[in-house]
Structure formats: structure tokens, C-alpha cells
């Protein structure tokens, strides 16, 4: 099956600073990659998500990069504000149905 | 609009002991999910179900059975629990032709 792993597992910054969280997977065929959002005591919420044939994708402060030959993806956050401490999941999908999940980053932001 | 409701949303069990974690949606989504939650692994997929009618087995699908009740409805039964499925357990459902999961509030589950 595949497997992704995601680095690092914490993550500090200053406020104002960007963050990244970078993924690797296992499959060539995945050819699907979500960004998940899981503040404290929360459910798990999308916040971004790209397809292989896209290699960028951008959401006001977000944006995700896909690197297919490499077998990599990447969250970018800028502009780090409190409220975007939480725990941050990749994952990586072949079709639809099952999606494989990364460990998790912790990303705190310091006032 | 409830979304996708689990309960219940704790649980302790003696180990050996069994029971069943209910998920319903009413989005009218095709395709449910079991996930387990446990420090520093992410979410582990337990069973899915892509359709009413179907069942598949996930990563981690020992100790563990579902039911797809019906469209709205899927269920985890743990026949005889065991210290190492104490975690959050979270159902998530997904709509056909979209990619979003929904997940649900989550269900933490302690096996002394």
C-alpha cells in the first residue's frame, strides 16, 4: 500500500514567519494529495488539496507543490498568525477511495 | 445540517470486552470510513466502505469489524477489546465524484 512520511513533526515559528511541511509518498499512481487541518480537540478539516497533473496550487496564505519524479509535496504557509497552530496532515491518495496519512506536524506560532 | 455524528464520544472498556461505535451522515455521501487517531502515527484507515452494500479493509483492520447499514449508517464493532485500541477514532465520509472527507467530532475509546 502506500506510505507517506511527513517532516518535521514540530514546527516553530515566529508570527509573520512562513512554515513549511514537507511530505514524501510511495506509490507513482497516487495521483491525489490533500492537505488536512486538525486544531486541539477538533476534527480533522481540508484546507488544500492538488492533483498530479497541477504542480502548484495557492489559497490566499496556502499553497501546495507537487514534485511527481521526485515523489515529494509541500505545504507553504506565509505570514504565520496565531490561529494556524494546529496539527497539520498530508496524504496521499491512488483513486478516490483510500486516503493514506502522514503522522502529523505540529506547527506552533509564537506572539 | 448535522454532517457526519458519531457516538458515542467517550468510552472505557475492560479488556475483553466488546462494543460498537456508531456513524451516520446525511449528506447523502456514497463512500464511509473508519480512522483511528493515535500519537505520532497519524490517522490510520481501519475499513471503508466505497458504496452501500460494500466493505474493504483498511490498514490496521485486526481486532476490529463494520457494518454498512445502510447509505447513512456505518458502524465499528470491537468483538473483544484490547489495551492497544485505545485511541480517538474518528468516521469521515465522502460524496461521490468529490475528493473531501467529512469527518466526524470523534470517539476516544480507553481499554484498561
Known amino acids: 500500500g502506500e506510505n507517506v512520511e511527513q517532516h518535521p513533526s514540530t514546527l516553530s515559528v515566529q508570527e509573520g514567519d512562513s512554515a513549511v511541511i514537507k511530505c514524501t509518498y510511495s506509490d507513482s499512481a497516487s495521483n491525489y494529495f490533500p492537505w488536512y487541518k486538525q486544531e486541539l480537540g477538533k476534527r480533522p478539516q481540508l484546507i488544500i488539496d492538488i492533483r498530479s497533473n497541477v504542480g502548484e496550487k495557492k489559497d490566499q496564505r496556502i499553497a501546495v507543490t507537487l514534485n511527481k519524479t521526485a515523489k515529494h509535496f509541500s505545504l507553504h504557509i506565509t505570514e504565520t498568525q496565531p490561529e494556524d497552530s494546529a496539527v497539520y496532515f498530508c496524504?496521499?491518495?491512488?483513486?478516490?477511495?483510500?486516503?493514506?496519512f502522514g503522522a502529523g506536524t505540529t506547527v506552533t506560532v509564537r506572539a | 445540517n448535522a454532517g457526519v455524528t458519531q457516538t458515542p464520544k467517550f468510552q472505557v472498556l475492560k479488556t475483553g470486552q466488546s462494543m460498537t461505535l456508531q456513524c451516520a451522515q446525511d449528506m447523502n455521501h456514497n463512500s464511509m470510513y473508519w480512522y483511528r487517531q493515535d500519537p505520532g502515527m497519524g490517522l490510520r484507515l481501519i475499513y471503508y466502505s466505497a458504496s452501500e452494500g460494500t466493505t474493504d479493509k483498511g490498514e490496521v483492520p485486526n481486532g476490529y469489524n463494520v457494518s454498512r447499514l445502510n447509505k447513512r449508517e456505518f458502524s465499528l464493532r470491537l468483538e473483544s477489546a484490547a489495551p492497544s485500541q485505545t485511541s480517538v477514532y474518528f468516521c469521515?465520509?465522502?460524496?461521490?465524484?468529490?475528493?473531501?472527507?467529512?469527518f466526524g467530532a470523534g470517539s476516544r475509546l480507553t481499554v484498561l
Open positions: 496524504a496521499a491518495s491512488i483513486g478516490d477511495y483510500k486516503l493514506s
Open positions: 469521515a465520509s465522502r460524496g461521490a465524484g468529490a475528493n473531501v472527507l467529512t
